[in-house]
């Protein structure tokens, strides 16, 4: 186990199956890449892509929806206001994607707040021989990163009409939105990965018991511990 931790150290992710058999070391009991993955579900444990090659997104910051930009160019709301820019997530946030394409790459956080967790849960499902998953998500896969918290959602470069079938003729700019369709999931290109600081935060949440259970009193709670007995052996 200590050669393991060094080897860990020196490491800045783990792909889900190297995350797998680090864990069954640590447990000392199996863990597949299914329980990597449904652990990651069940929000205890941050799930990351590593983008192997360049990645298309719009990105921006999380905000209360209170504060959020408003776009005054389209027509007022029933509530008389302007549609909110950016990705609603809630009732209480908005990511405020902005306009520009942009690219990304390396390992960036799964917050499962869109498509993607969807598609998580189809992985863990083909893993485990179960149903197919096939309900769709509103909000298409958000990413965000693990350094400053910045969200992106994910594009993809349309190269057909929809309505036609035929090549599309971009527009300038290159990178203007137009030219753009929101990707429906991750791309192909990426590989699924777990952050070394992860599993220590994993590791840590799950000895932690261990140690409040180890913890020593301190003398307040001993000396009222005492009185306590003292009390109960006079009644007795």
């Not at 199956?17 to 941050?46: K, Q």
């Not at 950016?86 to 390396?106: K, N, Q």
């Not at 799964?110 to 189809?122: D, K, Q």
């Amino acid at each position: 186990m200590p050669q393991l931790k060094k080897l860990l150290n020196l490491k800045e992710w783990l792909t889900a199956p190297e995350a797998a058999h680090h864990l069954s070391l640590l447990f000392g009991e199996d863990v597949r890449e299914s329980d990597v993955l449904r652990l990651a579900l069940d929000g205890r444990l941050t799930l990351s892509v590593h983008f192997v090659n360049d990645t298309e997104c719009l990105r921006g910051p999380l905000v209360p929806i209170q504060e959020a930009k408003r776009d005054n160019a389209r027509a007022l709301g029933k509530n008389g206001k302007h549609p909110i820019e950016g990705v609603i997530i809630d009732d209480d946030r908005v990511i405020e994607c902005g306009s520009e394409i942009g690219y990304i790459r390396g390992v960036w956080d799964l917050p499962m707040i869109g498509a993607e967790r969807v598609e998580i849960e189809s992985r863990y499902q083909v893993l485990n021989n179960g149903p197919m998953v096939e309900r769709d998500w509103v909000i298409k896969p958000i990413i965000v990163s693990m350094k400053d918290g910045t969200y992106c959602q994910l594009m993809t470069l349309r190269t057909k009409d929809w309505s036609t079938g035929e090549k599309r003729i971009f527009t300038e700019p290159y990178l203007s939105t137009a030219n753009y369709d929101v990707a429906r999931g991750l791309p192909e290109d990426t590989l699924l990965v777990v952050r070394t600081s992860a599993l220590r935060e994993l590791e840590a949440r799950v000895s932690k018991p261990d140690q409040e259970a180890e913890k020593p009193l301190e003398l307040r709670e001993r000396t009222t511990l005492l009185v306590i007995i003292a009390a109960l052996a006079e009644l007795a």
